[in-house]
């Protein structure tokens, strides 16, 4: 089933985390080609029902007398994943979020605090020792928009500020970013037609001059051409999207100035379900592909990708529970061979609650979240 769902344009630039009050999508589990709208921090975590804390800790994988148990909490190196205790208030709004090392150090703290009367959110950000390094605000209007946030260093002074301002639908139109002084850095415009389209957007220097425009044009629904301007008004990127007869994305063209010339094409099954993506350079040299496959409910069971050879050069395939979850995923080499292994187990609500990551067929992690509820 092919779910459609309009995009909210809301980019925002900063290298520390955010509340999930500013993310909008999600990927839907079932098909991932499809995104749900966020509502909340459970949702942006892929919580199901009022999680009130969760507490993940990671363990080497000891076998003893011919049972697999916990062993020394340690993640696996290189790993971009921490041990962490995460709360949430009644309404899935993140409250703390504390990472550690695997000896059980911290790492960071993240606390947020939502001000009503002034619709504003706090979030402030420790080091290792629970010392402040750094802080923002966010402000927000009646709908929820965010109208403001300010980024500020460990002494609450300012380091760079942003503002925005909507049309009456929602629809971002003016993005203005300013430094420490107060002064403008740079801002962005974008125009909207009657049914919400995004029609332009232009970039502009701390004195109005235009640094790159961006057009869009659309058929009656779908966006089929999108072409990129720099500030001598010269065309440096040109897109051209094509869809079939039920309004999926079956190519998309792009040229650039150099003449450099992409394509990719896409091909679905009878139900929606992409199965076949296609990446060429220079119009016609095949250098990536991927296939996917599903399960007569829908699920994503296996998917493919290969080199510009067609040797398969990684194959993943997934195993699901009778409610939808993935119970299992393997990832297998060139050859075919077992490259690693996960398997996860889930509580009554859906959440999964362990993890056994395996190199091979042999276990080397144990991953587990203790969940408590409202």
């Not at 499809?34 to 076998?63: G, H, P």
């Not at 009657?194 to 502009?204: M, N, P, Q, R, V």
């Not at 008004?233 to 063209?253: A, D, F, P, S």
Request: charged letters at 35%; proline letters at 1%; glycine letters at 4%.
């Amino acid at each position: 089933m092919k779910s459609q769902v309009k995009l909210i344009a809301l980019l925002l630039t900063i290298s520390i985390n955010q509340s999930c009050s500013l993310l909008k999508f999600k990927k839907n589990k079932k098909n991932p080609n499809v995104e749900i709208e966020i509502q909340n921090d459970w949702d942006k975590y892929k919580l199901n029902d009022k999680v009130k804390a969760i507490s993940e800790i990671s363990y080497e994988a000891v076998e003893k007398f011919g049972k697999l148990e916990k062993g020394e909490r340690k993640r696996k190196d290189n790993s971009d994943q921490f041990d962490e205790i995460l709360t949430f208030d009644k309404k899935g709004k993140l409250l703390e979020k504390s990472v550690f090392s695997s000896d059980g150090s911290l790492i960071s703290k993240n606390t947020f605090v939502t001000k009503k009367k002034e619709n504003k959110l706090e979030e402030r950000n420790y080091n290792s020792s629970n010392v402040l390094i750094n802080s923002v605000e966010y402000f927000f209007d009646k709908k929820d928009n965010i109208i403001e946030y300010n980024i500020l260093n460990a002494d609450l002074d300012l380091v760079e500020g942003y503002t925005f301002k909507y049309d009456d639908d929602g629809n971002q139109i003016e993005k203005n970013e300013y430094s420490s002084d107060g002064n403008l850095k740079n801002s962005h415009a974008q125009k909207y037609d009657k049914d919400e389209k995004l029609l332009e957007s232009i970039s502009y220097d701390s004195v109005g001059k235009i640094k790159d425009k961006t057009i869009f044009k659309y058929d009656e629904e779908r966006l089929i051409e999108q072409k990129m301007f720099n500030s001598s008004g010269k065309l440096v990127e040109e897109r051209m999207l094509t869809y079939n007869q039920l309004g999926y994305k079956i190519g998309e063209n792009a040229t650039n100035s150099f003449g450099r010339f992409n394509r990719k094409t896409f091909d679905y099954d009878k139900n929606g379900f992409l199965i076949e993506e296609k990446h060429y350079i220079q119009r016609s040299t095949l250098i990536y592909t991927r296939t996917s496959t599903y399960d007569e409910d829908g699920y994503l069971i296996e998917e493919s990708e290969y080199k510009a050879d067609g040797k398969k050069y990684q194959k993943r395939k997934f195993t699901y529970d009778e409610d939808g979850n993935l119970i299992e995923l393997n990832r297998f080499d060139l050859k075919g061979n077992l490259k690693n292994k996960t398997t996860i187990e889930y509580d009554k609500n859906d959440n999964w609650i362990k993890k056994i990551e395996y190199v091979g067929f042999k276990p080397k992690f144990i991953i587990t979240r203790d969940i408590t509820y409202f």
